[in-house]
């Protein structure tokens, strides 16, 4: 990147809430030099889909496999946003099999949770063809400049100006800044980076700008839930021992039910090519330390098969699997959000032309894709005046 280019606007993260704000801006402002910087190979954040080099022809969303809204404040702006999605035909609303498991393995009544709050909607094709959709309605894709597989350590705002460095030292100059990650503001940056200071600190000293101070110190006390999601590719013969026919098919575990056999949740995704992809979820830490420690990984694969077939043992809709089935293992670099939310009144500082979004803002949808496209569209009308 050649470091005398100057950006109107440049974006980092590439996740839903990024897409949306994207969107958003350039509707009103197609003139503007944008950029979107992601540390990913494509867009998505953790709505992604893993299109497997290994396994070809596989498309499992590792990430969240569909979204709930419960707008339980009845928030136009949200509203009339899923509506346009529906509208374009980009979301459905999710009608997939949902059972909860007790500590007996045994289904029980659907019941709320932070999985199925308010209405579930599934993405027509996979999760990260949601966000492509998102950012290239209106023919806007070509309006902005993408840079895939780049991670920001460094941050510095001089006479009005942002300037970035990458990883890689790629210099990046902005007149705004939006971050849809928190990481560049957060403590874990200090270890993920390398680094011996938050780098938007680094950027903007204390007592200078009081927003900046309160959203850092918000951000103090938020933490991250660490999540290890196996990608299992069945082999040929795997089924059902029904005749479900839907795309995904859920199964939420209880907490008893989950300690037992350190499994979350576990969604099985029909494949193009008939084939049953399935993805399960963890957030046991014993398991991600254990994952971490051994170092053979194959068996710690066979723990996970073997977890599984006792879990759904003389289940009525589940088969067992075989020690040959094909898994892919993934650590999460950071999840989602938890303990203290960031007010929504911290978005924007004008003194400094940036502005945040992301799930990690204050609200119903706090740690989830509600929240994620929510604080997209609040921050999109805070900083329109500023483009005028």
Not at 77 to 95: A, F, Q, S
Not at 130 to 138: T, V
């Given at each position: 990147?050649?470091?005398?280019v100057t950006?109107?606007?440049?974006?980092?993260?590439g996740?839903i809430?990024a897409?949306?704000?994207?969107?958003?801006f350039?509707n009103?402002n197609?003139?503007?030099?944008?950029?979107?910087?992601?540390?990913?190979?494509?867009?998505?954040?953790?709505s992604?889909t893993?299109?497997?080099?290994?396994?070809k022809?596989?498309?499992?969303?590792?990430?969240?496999p569909?979204?709930?809204?419960?707008?339980?404040?009845?928030?136009l702006?949200?509203?009339?946003?899923?509506?346009?999605?529906?509208?374009?035909?980009?979301?459905?609303?999710?009608?997939s099999d949902?059972?909860f498991?007790?500590?007996?393995?045994?289904?029980?009544?659907?019941?709320?949770s932070e999985?199925s709050c308010?209405?579930?909607?599934?993405?027509?094709?996979?999760?990260?063809d949601?966000?492509?959709?998102?950012?290239?309605?209106?023919n806007l894709?070509e309006?902005?400049?993408?840079?895939?597989?780049?991670?920001?350590v460094?941050?510095?705002?001089n006479?009005?100006?942002w300037l970035?460095?990458?990883?890689?030292?790629?210099?990046f100059?902005?007149?705004?800044l939006?971050?849809?990650?928190?990481l560049?503001?957060?403590?874990?940056?200090?270890?993920?980076l390398?680094?011996?200071?938050?780098?938007?600190?680094?950027?903007?000293?204390?007592n200078?700008?009081?927003?900046?101070?309160?959203i850092?110190n918000s951000?103090?006390?938020?933490t991250?839930?660490?999540?290890l999601?196996?990608l299992?590719?069945t082999?040929?013969?795997?089924s059902?021992?029904d005749?479900?026919?839907k795309?995904?098919r859920?199964?939420?575990?209880?907490?008893n039910?989950?300690?037992?056999?350190r499994?979350?949740r576990?969604i099985?995704?029909?494949q193009d090519?008939?084939?049953l992809?399935?993805?399960?979820h963890s957030?046991n830490?014993?398991?991600?330390?254990?994952?971490?420690?051994?170092?053979?990984?194959?068996?710690?694969?066979q723990?996970?098969?073997?977890n599984?077939?006792?879990?759904f043992?003389?289940n009525?809709?589940?088969?067992?699997?075989?020690f040959?089935?094909?898994?892919?293992?993934?650590?999460w670099?950071a999840?989602q959000?938890?303990?203290?939310?960031?007010p929504l009144?911290?978005?924007?500082?004008?003194?400094y032309?940036?502005g945040?979004?992301g799930?990690w803002f204050?609200g119903?949808?706090?740690?989830?894709i509600?929240?994620?496209?929510?604080?997209?569209l609040?921050?999109?009308?805070?900083?329109?005046d500023?483009?005028k």
């Open positions: 990147m050649k470091s005398d950006y109107d606007l440049l974006i980092i993260g996740g809430s897409c949306v704000f994207a969107s958003k350039l009103n197609n003139t503007k030099k944008v950029g979107l910087i992601e540390i990913g190979r494509g867009l998505g954040g953790r992604s893993r299109m497997s080099k290994k396994y022809g596989w498309k499992l969303n590792h990430g969240s569909n979204f709930n809204i419960s707008n339980s404040k009845n928030n702006l949200l509203k009339r946003y899923i509506d346009e999605l529906l509208k374009n035909k980009y979301i459905k609303i999710d009608d949902k059972f498991l007790n500590e007996d393995s045994n289904f029980e009544t659907i019941k709320e999985f308010g209405v579930n909607y599934l993405s027509l094709d996979s999760m990260s949601l966000s492509k959709k998102i950012i290239e309605s209106n894709k309006k902005i400049d993408f840079f895939f597989e780049t991670l920001i460094d941050m510095k705002f006479d009005k100006e970035l460095t990458s990883k890689n030292g790629d210099k100059k902005s007149k705004y939006i971050c849809s990650t928190n560049l503001l957060h403590k874990r940056s200090l270890k993920i390398n680094v011996n200071q938050i780098p938007l600190r680094k950027a903007i000293p204390i200078t700008d009081k927003k900046i101070d309160l850092l951000l103090e006390e938020q991250f839930i660490p999540r999601t196996f299992i590719y082999n040929e013969n795997y059902y021992k005749y479900y026919s795309k995904q859920y199964f939420y575990l209880k907490n039910l989950e300690n037992k056999y499994f979350e576990i099985f995704q029909l090519n008939n084939k992809g399935i993805v399960v957030k830490a014993e398991l991600i330390n254990s994952f971490v420690s051994l170092k053979d990984e194959e068996v710690f694969k723990k996970i098969i073997t599984f077939n006792k879990l043992e003389g009525s809709l589940v088969n067992k699997l075989t040959d089935e094909k898994i892919s293992i993934m650590k670099r999840s959000p938890s303990g203290l939310a960031v009144s911290l978005q924007f500082s004008s003194k032309r940036i945040f979004c799930d204050e119903d949808g706090f740690g989830r509600e929240g994620s496209i929510l604080s997209a609040i921050l999109e009308k805070k900083i329109k500023v483009f």
